[in-house]
């Protein structure tokens, strides 16, 4: 199959289920909104070796918060509910309440599993309950006026690990096509690269070194290509970055993995877009590119 | 005493001795060195809940850098060297080594103090050892090409918790004042604001919730301002930041101070600024206001 | 009228009829298309002295574009349509033919009076004609590959001189507030604010120097209000910002000024929102402030 | 000669005279005084169709002003004294007296060339002299505070035209190198790049359409490689980008040459480097390519 003259391989991505929670963090401006945004999703890559999986879902304009304020929505993955609820008690706590001007507000009220984030203790009594944007929150007294924010926040069964590969005849041109298609799938609701753009695959363990947990995707590395006998690097590519997409369900990652492959299309120097998966061992859902492409 | 109309009281920050490594990451421009220093140093700004203090030090132009090509100098403190250098491996590991075309370097070459960062054996025997602007350094195929990276990096004893206090008659004055500071203490070498803009300050311990370690300090909220018999916060006053600092030495924490006082001061809506300290029983390091800003 | 505690004053804003052209600009990705428009539309604030008024209108996700790369939609405004045309044909001849990976598009298509905007020579024989999206385009080589564009291009009797002014304590709070009107403002299809922000109100002529076109708005200039007797400055006010908006029709403006005063009035530090007219001599359109907050 | 393994062609650019000025723009913060620069150096691409070449030179922190406030060097170009006063007027009186908190200053003091701004009279009467960080000014009363601005500028005979050309194997490899060198000369004192990146070169008239005073360069086209005999696109060059670079002397141009070059050439994907003459016919100035990166 071709896509504006780029050869999509017949694969398809291999994911698995993560328990995801949405959160809103509004503030007196986008730029503000976007910084508690950012740090409370940093160093949150991959699980393998952070303590959760989180990035920016997408930013939302003052009408559609419940403070009428501008906001950014932010998505956290982790594989056990409780891992869940600790990362995001903590990363509120230190990462959102901390910043200026934020509010936080539940994001998937309608869901029915639900964790607890109660840091009004915070307030040491001088807290207390107020309505906003019909939610129930707390009021804590904090240096620059009140902090508002929900405690109680839905939680789904979302899918992690969606992704593709861009492989491109050199580093700007494979650089340029993954970021585009970021920012086409930052159009998408439901889900978020937590990356956003991965420059080093891994596999599972090594075959050197047996401390290792994983190591370099030999298969992927264009610069070892002639040593490695069964190498997925085309002749010609010199450069590959892997999207990988967390979303709340699949049709989410499903979506994102068009628009993104549309996007990274599109931009000159591409050769091949494909998709990593583990033959169908690694988890039970599979995004096959030429359907999603149709 | 007054500075451009703003009252700077006569106190002065407590701060304490905290482990410090610098580290300087590259990239193919300056858009991506600053991506994966924000991924690396996010979900960094206190240790009391997060794992390290971290946050970026100083944009670096291509002749400042080992390689040539745009960078970013970051900061991580933590209290003990084994918790730091944890987290140095983990979040070069997991957010510089995976970012599109990153190299890092030692950030204190002249250090004696040094702890090890092995990320080589991510290349499972294909990486190799490569000189470059000097250093030796590992290259490890990755996909998006090699990665090169050094592996012994310098550390010291720094200060943890330089701070001062901005005070203004609404949040926007507050916001803006605080906000110019941290963009002078930028320009500052040797030190870094973690929050950067600090929303919520804290006291240890609680009043009322015994098992709470920390909650908000009462005395510079104000909104409860006529609640709390011994508040700090002057009549007028709506809003208040705190700038936290963490250097590498106390004449670091010292100009970043002087600097960013005097920033925030040409700010109209500014009443008083201000420090914090704990009667010096927190720690060896003092900061006079009135000195410093002579 | 009261919203969110700032006073709202009974007063309108008044407009006149200006020629309104629409276009779009897109490139490989969003900053690109941005950098073209920016170039485009600067040195057009006021017609007063530039030779037209022009901004952004909106930012274009690919799917909203005729060749599915991210876009930009512009606005120009002119008096008359011949200074109309001859100013788009010179800002996009040089400041987007010009710039990186650009294409333009006709914003409104189905207008009836349209202007011809024939770059196509510029190919020196070496253009085609190519449809891209259901348009009629021109393809020029050019050193970067080939431009691509149409060249017709609709234009519509518009409004230009809809305008609020924003009123605080204090600079950095009337400052914000505007900024979030603007920010507000920038999510309202066919309209934008060319300034965006105005610092320095004017009235027609000098009560002083006689040769002067215009001169500076006395009555809303906080620093002399103990000197100008029929001062429009509240007491406690230290600065005003006027927020001016062009548009397409009357819809655009009156929506423009309901988001943008909604924002601004969020921000703490504001006490006062008003329009300026000028009685109804100048033009046909009025937009009362208290009907469009209703 | 080759540098990072690009060749760099045995060429020289040709450059000639013009006339320059140097303003320098302060605000409350660093976006606020690049809003007040980029609308004042807007619709300034090439001195072809724009009324003058204008381009942001550089940054200054805040202990680099008159005032203490962080700010912007901007550069104005044009061929002559006359039209270069007419425009720096024009462009302070409409894009930066309007714009939130600004004020300008001199910025080549030592010049004995000088021309006058006289904005002052926008006052009223209501203006008054002062003298802000050693320097003569006027204070107008605006309804965002006061105006600051000096009313004598310096300019002097400098240089228009330096240029070179990066030929990519494709788009997105030359766009980034262009990119690259654009940040780079950012950093070199006394010089801007009015595009900043130049997409589309031209020649003087034109072999088809007589009444076209500059139609495309062919001979610079990859798309039409094949067709024009004297083409000076190398094989397997699908992208060439033009930075052309205007200086307030020979050294600065020179400077703005080397440290571009040397970053374009770090970029994968960029096959040769030269620079555009007409022979010496254009102008006095010559920029070698091998000598200046000697």
């Not at 003259?5 to 949405?22: D, L, M, Q, S």
């Not at 804590?140 to 992704?163: D, L, Q, R, T, W």
């Not at 002639?226 to 010609?236: C, F, H, L, R, S």
């Amino acid at each position: 199959m071709e896509l504006n003259g780029v050869t999509i391989e017949n694969e398809y991505a291999e994911a698995f289920p993560n328990w995801a929670c949405r959160v809103i963090i509004t503030a007196i401006n986008e730029k503000w909104a976007f910084q508690a945004a950012t740090e409370a999703t940093g160093f949150a890559t991959s699980a393998i070796g952070c303590p959760c999986e989180a990035g920016i879902e997408m930013f939302l304009s003052a009408e559609e918060t419940p403070d009428g304020r501008p906001g950014v929505a932010v998505l956290f993955f982790a594989g056990g509910k409780k891992k869940l609820k600790e990362q995001v008690v903590e990363r509120l706590a230190e990462c959102v309440l901390t910043q200026p001007t934020t509010a936080v507000f539940d994001g998937m009220p309608d869901a029915e599993e639900r964790i607890d984030v109660k840091l009004h203790f915070f307030g040491d009594g001088y807290e207390y309950q107020k309505e906003v944007g019909g939610r129930k929150c707390w009021a804590i007294p904090i240096m620059n006026g009140e902090y508002i924010g929900e405690e109680s926040f839905g939680i789904v069964k979302g899918v992690a690990g969606g992704n593709f590969f861009i492989m491109g005849e050199n580093q700007p041109a494979a650089l340029m096509a993954a970021d585009a298609a970021v920012d086409a799938i930052s159009g998408v609701p439901g889900c978020m690269c937590s990356f956003p753009v991965v420059a080093s695959g891994s596999k599972v363990g090594s075959n050197k070194y047996k401390f290792m947990v994983a190591t370099t995707n030999e298969k992927y590395c264009p610069t070892i290509r002639d040593k490695v006998a069964d190498t997925k690097v085309p002749e010609g590519v010199k450069a590959v970055y892997e999207i990988v997409i967390d979303g709340v369900d699949e049709e989410s990652i499903s979506e994102a993995t068009r628009a993104g492959i549309m996007a990274a299309s599109m931009i000159p120097g591409i050769k091949l877009i494909s998709a990593g998966n583990f033959g169908g061992n690694l988890g039970p859902f599979k995004f096959h590119l030429h359907e999603i492409l149709q």
